[in-house]
Nanobody
Framework: QVQLVESGGGLVQAGGSLRLSCAAS????????MGWFRQGPGKEREFVAA???????????YYADSVKGRFTISRDNAKNTAFLQMNSLKPEDTAVYYC????????????????WGQGTQVTVSS
């Protein structure tokens, strides 16, 4: 398993921005897929964004409809870190955000990811 540590959460006003980071260790970072999920108060964990890596076809990015156009997933292989840039934040984006690795299955499914970070809280005030 890969070890994941999220950071960058906090309190922000609606319309503001935050950038979450996910530091990975334990494996060659450039060779695996990464995902972001979130779990709001009283809600199930849901897919936010991901990129998948396949040796012969490269990287593909995915976004939930609710964040498309506002959030951007990226990575810095040299720093073994993935990022989630969140712009135009809304109160409904309030949640604990988790990064995930070790994808085996459907990218939008929580059960398809084998490694998880501890989460970072994002609170958006109205």
């Amino acid at each position: 398993q890969v070890q994941l540590v999220e950071s960058g959460g906090g309190l922000v006003q609606a319309g503001g921005s935050l950038r979450l980071s996910c530091a990975a260790s334990g494996r060659t970072f450039s060779s695996f897929s990464m995902g972001w999920f979130r779990q709001g108060p009283g809600k199930e964990r849901e897919f936010v964004a991901a990129y998948t890596y396949l040796p012969y076809s490269g990287t593909t990015t995915y976004y939930a409809d609710s964040v498309k156009g506002r959030f951007t997933i990226s990575r810095d292989n040299a720093k073994n870190t993935a990022f989630l840039q969140m712009n135009s934040l809304k109160p409904e984006d309030t949640a604990v955000y988790y990064c995930a690795a070790d994808l085996v299955g459907t990218v939008r499914s929580t059960t398809a990811w084998g490694s998880w970070g501890q989460g970072t809280q994002v609170t958006v005030s109205s």
